[in-house]
């Protein structure tokens, strides 16, 4: 029905740029919030970066300021663009999004994407 899928992840330099993109398709009547997390190996899973059906955003402090979240509800897609990258943002980075489907627009449900990974060298 409902699917996330995202892209964008790779090998980068420490101080460089990657841009996540993070595409919703199916049955979508709304989106809500929609958010990024991150989980390194063996820690627990992160928010990073959250924005609101209104375009407010949130950043974990750990990335204020060098991580930018943005969508295009036109697309049905969200995007973290993630600069000055840091070794310690090595991770699988996941999409997170509360939608509402046709059949089911009284409430939101939560669905996640698959992952992607990000690794910084130094």
């Known amino acids: 029905q409902v699917q996330l899928v995202e892209s964008g992840g790779g090998l980068e330099q420490a101080g460089g740029s990657l841009r996540l993109s993070c595409a919703a398709s199916g049955r979508i009547f709304s989106i809500n919030r929609m958010a990024w997390y991150r989980q390194a190996p063996g820690k627990q899973r992160d928010l990073v970066a959250v924005i609101t059906g209104g375009g407010s955003t949130n950043y974990a402090d750990s990335v204020k300021g060098r991580f930018t979240i943005s969508r295009d509800n036109a697309k049905n897609t969200f995007y973290l663009l993630m600069s000055g990258l840091k070794p310690e943002d090595t991770a699988v980075y996941y999409c997170?999004?509360?939608?509402?489907?046709?059949?089911?627009?009284?409430?939101?449900?939560?669905?996640w994407g698959r992952g992607t990974q990000v690794t910084v060298s130094s």
């Open positions: 997170k999004a509360e939608i509402a489907s046709y059949g089911s627009t009284d409430y939101y449900t939560d669905y």
